[in-house]
């Protein structure tokens, strides 16, 4: 396990010393499985630079923000619990945990997911719940983070049981997870069997997070398939991990082999210190629509970008953007999905 710049420097010799800048900043949290992985001989590796810190972490771009993607807005705007966001009319996302199997490095939540505080608090959980409970107008509960896998076990399962028990007008619960992509082990048979079980009385969704097609193990694939719920995947568009249309399609073929469909591929997000692997909204565009004719329909991600003002997603298509300016830069007109809303949405420049 690397958790600090000592462990780092058993698998890099030769690593920047000024690095101990960006793990004050940020951490550092790498797997033993996961550094078996990485190609430690070649800092371009992929996997590389999803999990070393690099330097370029300690540039803030202007126009980034320690909240990208305005889940602050939200968190408050109906019930005041910290752990739930009520953002859609139809579904809640609870924040189940602060906790992840690492830290990626494009985090999107970086600010939060790399603090000491656990977001977790039982009164605040209980409150959650309670509002789940009696808001009829949810249809689904999304558990996220940090990373549910990472909650304590009891009461994560508390949530499924809860749920189904409680609350009639929920119709499914869908887990955002990364955690099994660095300890495939995470999904033990005891942890398959509650969830394979809950499906049976409520459609259980699993929502990976996988960037890469060398995530895809033997491992991995052996520990998802132990899950007998419906997959897909979401991803960050990265440059320099998975910004060509090879990347994209090696991914996607990847996560077939997983028992996975690809469902989303995120511009993103204007996170502190990520503007590396930031690429301009029309490259991205480009390399979605470069996947065409090369594989099926069905095996290419939506581009969606996610509004820094919390008005959630939109296809980055033409369906919900009004007009779009070249004049000073890239700036784009959105209508809200949900809402009245309208949001100046400007690329970085
Ligand atoms: S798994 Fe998600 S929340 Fe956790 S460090 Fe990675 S990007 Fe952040």
Redesign the pocket.
Known sequence: MINNFDDLKKFQPDINPEIKQVIEKYGVHITEYYANLVDWKNPNDALYKIVVPCMKELVDKKDELEDPIGDDSQIFKTLKTKMLIHRYPDRVLLLTTNK?A???R?????CK?FGNNDIFDEQEFKKSLEYIKNTKSISEVVLS???PFCMPREKFKQVFEFIISECLHIKGIRIHS?AFVYNPDIITDDLADFLNSMNKKLPIILMT?IVHAREVTDNLCNSLKKLDLIKVNQAPLLKGVNGTVEDLINLSWALVKAGVLPHYLHYLDKAKGTSYFRMSIDEARELVAGMWGHIGGHLIPKLILDLPDGQGKIALDKSFILSEDYSDGHSLTIKSTYSDKVSVYKEQK
């Open positions: 992840c690492s830290r990626c494009y985090c999107f939540r970086k997911v983070g940090g990373d990364r997070h």
